[in-house]
């Protein structure tokens, strides 16, 4: 399909970048990406070419006729379908997020990607570690986000840290529902992460001990930060901790606000869910029905 509308790409030597040029469009099109080190800006160029190419190659070959519209928007469709996952690396955009262990996490293993030491008192004469596992078989973590506030809940399984495992007592383990809200977010200035606009305490949730039934407040907390949650991949795209993809990063108080506990932390990787082919195609074909009915009424006028 490129090389039928003339699509070419060119690297410009020394200078970082890659040209796609689409001669065929009108007006003349040239795409240009820059920082190409950078795989997300390469992935994104090649996209926005493959779906250049798709609606040059259609319209160079004359009439919109039904195929070439449904073969235009299957192009479109597969392009939307990857372009969230193209997007996670850097681009915090709206949807939901499938969220996991953090690779970083101090206390590991075993791997968290949440923290609430001394959420319980286990141990009366030591510090107890209690951590939970996004990435344990049937935990359901997941972040939602609607471009002004996010929310994190699911299911994850954890309690007493005991070294390179959770503790065998039944008693100090258990599995857990958590649900937090930030109801306030903003973009991070000068960068494509979002946090939330600093404020302790003004968004909450809580957790839920599956084994008893006992239901525990969380509640946000900034320290020496100018924000209590943070989700992206740093400053500048040069990752958090070690990690370049998403993470998602805050400190909470449990029990009562104002009671905050070193280390009590969200600390996860987060992954875009696309939406289903199926839903992006029927909406596809939704959309062109009116115009290839018009098609085939001006093919039977003319006829």
């Not at 001669?23 to 160029?45: D, K, Q, V």
């Not at 319209?59 to 195929?67: A, L, N, W």
């Not at 951590?131 to 973590?141: L, Q, Y």
């Not at 994850?156 to 937090?180: H, K, M, N, R």
Request: hydrophobic fraction near 40%; aromatic fraction near 10%.
């Amino acid at each position: 399909m490129a090389a039928a509308c003339g699509l070419f790409a060119q690297d410009t030597a020394g200078a970082g970048y890659r040209t796609w040029m689409v001669p065929n469009a009108r007006p003349f099109l040239i795409i240009r990406a820059h920082n190409l080190a950078n795989p997300l800006n390469r992935n994104r160029l090649n996209m926005t070419a493959a779906i250049v190419a798709a609606l040059t190659f259609t319209r160079s070959r004359g009439e919109m006729t039904p195929m070439r519209l449904t073969l235009t928007a299957l192009a479109l469709a597969g392009s939307a379908v990857a372009m969230p996952q193209l997007a996670s690396a850097a681009e915090i955009t709206p949807g939901v997020y499938a969220l996991n262990n953090h690779p970083d996490g101090n206390a590991s293993s075993p791997g968290y990607g949440l923290r609430l030491d001394e959420l319980f008192d286990f141990t009366p004469d030591a510090k107890d570690i209690i951590t939970f596992d996004f990435d344990r078989e049937g935990a359901t973590m997941r972040l939602e986000y609607d471009g002004s506030s996010v929310r994190i809940r699911g299911r994850a399984f954890g309690g007493l840290d005991v070294g390179s495992d959770y503790s065998e007592d039944p008693t100090q383990t258990s599995w857990v529902t958590i649900d937090f809200t930030y109801f306030k977010v903003e973009p991070v200035a000068g960068d494509d992460d979002i946090k939330t606009v600093p404020d302790d305490f003004v968004n909450s949730g809580s957790i839920t001990w599956e084994n008893t039934g006992e239901v525990i407040g969380l509640w946000d907390f900034s320290g020496d930060h100018d924000y209590t949650f943070r989700l992206g991949d740093g400053d500048s795209d040069n990752g958090h901790r070690g990690f370049d993809g998403i993470s998602g990063w805050g400190w909470l108080d449990h029990g009562a606000p104002g009671t905050h506990v070193y280390a009590s932390d969200w600390l996860f990787s987060a992954t875009p869910i696309p939406v289903p082919p199926a839903a992006l195609l029927g909406a596809a074909g939704i959309l062109g029905l009116p115009i290839t009915r018009r098609l085939r009424r001006r093919a039977q006028r003319v006829s």
